[in-house]
């Protein structure tokens, strides 16, 4: 079996939950990987403007606009990075439609 190992070393954690958003960048750190968070989807795309990364953990749920419009902004102008969707709000409809982006 071909397993290509993968190179993650800056990740950008969008979530509306500080306390989600400190724990993810506590246990990525422990890893040795950088984290950058933003509570907001708009401001996570402000981020996403001066820096490269190498994942997207997307909540689904934010204060500002859907996760799943920042998922679409991302695809649109980043389509290279790995976007991983988060929430605590599951429903088959919504994991389908981030399927297909």
């Keep these: 079996m071909n397993r290509r190992k993968l190179s993650i070393k800056r990740v950008l954690i969008i979530d509306d939950e500080a306390v989600v958003r400190k724990g993810i960048s506590r246990a990525l750190k422990g890893k040795g990987i950088r984290a950058a968070s933003a509570s907001t989807g708009l401001q996570a795309l402000k981020?996403?403007?001066?820096?490269?990364?190498?994942?997207?953990?997307?909540?689904?749920?934010?204060?500002?606009?859907?996760?799943?419009?920042?998922l679409k902004?991302?695809?649109a102008h980043y389509p290279n990075t790995p976007v991983i969707m988060i929430t605590g709000y599951p429903s088959i409809d919504t994991a389908v439609e981030c399927i297909k982006l």
């Design 47 to 70: 981020i996403m403007e001066g820096q490269i990364f190498d994942l997207v953990l997307l909540d689904i749920k934010l204060p500002d606009i859907d996760g799943i419009e920042v």
């Design 73 to 75: 902004k991302i695809r």
